[in-house]
Nanobody, 123 residues
Framework: QVQLVESGGGLVQAGGSLRLSCAAS????????MGWFRQAPGKGREFVAR????????YYADSVKGRFTISRDNAKNTMYLQMNSLKPEDTALYYC????????????????WGQGTQVTVSS
């Protein structure tokens, strides 16, 4: 099991930026494809982005492409999500997770989850 803790959420005005962090401990972090998901009240958990174990491959949901950037620093056992040009529709709980296969784009393809960090974007 990998233990994950998200941080960096908060309240920001539309057009602003936030940088989320996901700190890992437990099993070796560097060998996992990792992903970010988000969940708004009354909605399902939505895929946001993923990154391969070595950072060489990234993939984004269309809704965030061009605005969000996923990255990782394996030496620090940390993954990041840089969020720019934020919109009110980005408001959600944001979760990081470890993937069970490298091309996973649904919650069912991920196994270890953090507790979530709240992002609220005001208009």
């Amino acid at each position: 099991q990998v233990q994950l803790v998200e941080s960096g959420g908060g309240l920001v005005q539309a057009g602003g930026s936030l940088r989320l962090s996901c700190a890992a401990s437990g099993r070796t972090f560097s060998r996992y494809t990792m992903g970010w998901f988000r969940q708004a009240p009354g909605k399902g958990r939505e895929f946001v982005a993923r990154i391969s174990w070595n950072g060489g491959s990234t993939y984004y949901a269309d809704s965030v492409k061009g605005r969000f950037t996923i990255s990782r620093d394996n030496a620090k056992n940390t993954m990041y999500l840089q969020m720019n040009s934020l919109k009110p529709e980005d408001t959600a709980l944001y979760y990081c997770a470890t993937a069970v296969y490298s091309t996973a784009v649904t919650a069912g393809g991920y196994t270890d989850w953090g507790q979530g960090t709240q992002v609220t974007v005001s208009s």
